[in-house]
């Protein structure tokens, strides 16, 4: 164990462990493993790429990691630590390059060069994104899905006859290979001082410059042409000003605004979880008709993501408990606190949802119209009932099983969250059925929301 | 007019500022009439709590060594209560002894404190 | 009773297993600067979160300015000014967006005093809160639990992270806004030199119960020692 190399490799299962801690980790490798569950009867293809985006996270995780460990002042002041950290996070990304296409060639019938590139490209976003957190990293992958969506198109066979060319696949393995190495070297130069240095995601968050407070809303107003913008674009806001005559502090509704404004802005998440159902809706459209027959399937990356995005949205809102516990100290009562916070739960959660939903609906139909029937279909009610039952469900767990504090088990929440959407496709159930299956997980979150709250938020206050 | 306090000492600052001001009054550097800071400014001054000055001007206003004119400040009480003078050289003889105790352990001689102690009499003299 | 601001009587807490608070009886008159003391783990900041209602007691009860702790009212909590030891913020706010958001709370906010505190203490008024020191940071709480002008300030380890300076410019503030007997301040620390400066009374809490409380000249004329000796003295016995 003298040599250095056999010892920065030897820490590397307890880094990987560590770095699970933001429990994008556990989430990576359980979605890899909800795939091939999911697509069990589809075989070929369909499992590989829904696995890419699995693999995505964990690349997301590595480059989290890295982050930290670049970050970390502890690290480099204790003695003993390691003198090269960023090489371990290097390593454990070649691991994971060379491992992951062999692992899915083994399973799965799909070719080893194209899957290679397509991995390739989506981990660079992926490590862009965490390092950088921009989402503009993210377009390229998805450009490359959503072409890739239209059906049997000459498009599609074009994209993908064009990444199985060993010359077009190699190239763009060297283009993300370059991109990698950008992103490591800006992650490598990254210091606690560097503007981008939360760990993920923050950065997207800007303040919302023209309506930041009440005190920029008192502003607006007295501006009349932007009191009457604001008029157009917020009429209820505007009714609820007009009709109290009262500061912009004394109604719920504005109170709700503001707390959207101190909260993270949704891109992230918006980016996140496209990155992650993109390749399960090429998945599913390459496939319409599946063996068992079941219509609600095709809609699984749709309910996916509605399950996904109220659940990171909850997970978001629960992680900040501590910065916002403390407003409870804001002039205002307990209940109306709680009732404030919930109603901005529910209010982020709907614009989420419904936000990357039309979001994804409106590059479907713009890439491939022929896959939007099903959507407007009886399913699609049926769609949404589930999601929403699962909504409610995954918020619980996910606050519920963050008092816990175990990474590992926070990450279990997304799946669990999953778990009526799962049930769902496994059924072809009818429309009472439906409601009765989401009401009943409806309830169980509830439920769990409560307990956590009891148990948890309550006494952890501040 | 200077007043020191030593937080940090095992004397309350409550005992050290009447003490100082006790002092002062017997000493004559404080006459009858005279006024004296603010609560505030003196706290400010001590970087000491309000309450805490507040306390020793109320406490000296009821021994009769303050007067508290309402609305205007604190002023020296006109007339100094007997035995005033008596009690402040027995704190004083007390202090020197505490002064002499730690001369000799750093080895001073009497005239070496003599000589100190003139040292900080001139300025006070001009 | 009126004139006692914050009242704990026979307040217990527990996590878990763990009895953190065993009774702790504690009463502030108004108007006094009340030092909190205590070992690390002694349950200082269990104690303060009780009396600010951001934890319920499990035993006994926490009443601040007539108030139940846990169910303050509005204009209760209009007249309290808190910093917590452990301060997050929105890491991606800026410092003015801080002040405009907290400002938004408060009618009785005073924009001169927080514009005039953030100038004396060369805040950047700039800067996002995530880029800020720990020092830095600590100011901006101390700015944003005062600035609202609180009949009560309840301050978790205030001091802690200033450097001289800063922490000079706060007693400062602290003895500014004390006033003679106007508000009721309550303050835990371990700096006692701090505690000696601007406190009139002292608090000692040890293993979740007070173990000594009243004037702080009090304490010195029975003891005759300084605080810090007299607290040690209490941790030997």
Redesign the interface.
Known sequence: MRNPALAVASTIPQRLFSGLRPALGPLAFLMMGVNPLLNSQSHGQHFNYGAISGFALFAGVVAFHAKQVVLDTKGRLLPGAPRIPLAVAGIMLLIYLAAMPLLVHAVGPAPLLPLTAVIWLVTASALHFVVRSSWLSAVLPLLFFFTALKGDSALQMRVTAAVETPPIAWSLIAFSSAWMMYAGRLLSRMTE?S?G??PIG??Q???NRSL?????VNQVWRDPTRARWLAFAAPAEHRLQRATHRG??DNLWTRCR?WR??N?RPYAIAVMVLLISAPNLWMTRNSPRLPGGLPQLSLMPLLTLFALIGAFTGLIYAQ?W??R??????????EDFFREMGLCVAIDMARNVLGAAVLLAVLTALVAPASLPPLCSRHMLLAVIMASGGMVFSLGSVVWFLRLRLPVVVGMCTPIAQLPLFMMSATTASLPTALLVAAGFAVIGLGLTYDAYRRWL??D?? | MLFRVEPTSGTPITRQLSEQIRARCAGGQLRPGDRLPSVRAMAADLAVNQNTVLRVYERLTAEGLLERRHGDGTYVAGRLPAGGMRSQKEYLKQELRRLVEQGQMLGMSLEDMQQAMADLYEPEES | MTDDVIVAAGVEKR?GRTEVLRGVDLTVPRGSVVGLLGTNGAGKTTLI?CM?????VAGGQCRILGDDA??????T??R?G?V?Q?I???????VR?LV????????NWNEELCGRLIRDWEIPADQ?A??LSVGQTQKVAIVLAVAHEPDVLILDEPAAALDPLARRQFLQLIIDIAGPGQRTILFSTHLTADLERVADRVAVLKSGQVTWSGLLEDLKEQTHLNLEESFLEMHHA
Do not use: H, N
């Open positions: 001082e503007p240095y939360q923050l950065r968050a800007r303040w930041g407070s009440t005190g920029e912009a502090s503001r404004s101190v993270q900040q501590q910065i516990s403390t407003d409870i100290l804001k002039p205002g009562r307990r309550v006494t206050l501040g | 996590f979160k600010v209602g951001l934890l319920r846990w169910s303050l009212s509005p204009e909590k209009a309290i808190y917590p452990v997050s913020f929105f890491p991606w706010m800026r967006d405009r958001y907290t400002a938004s709370f408060y009618p996002r995530g880029t």
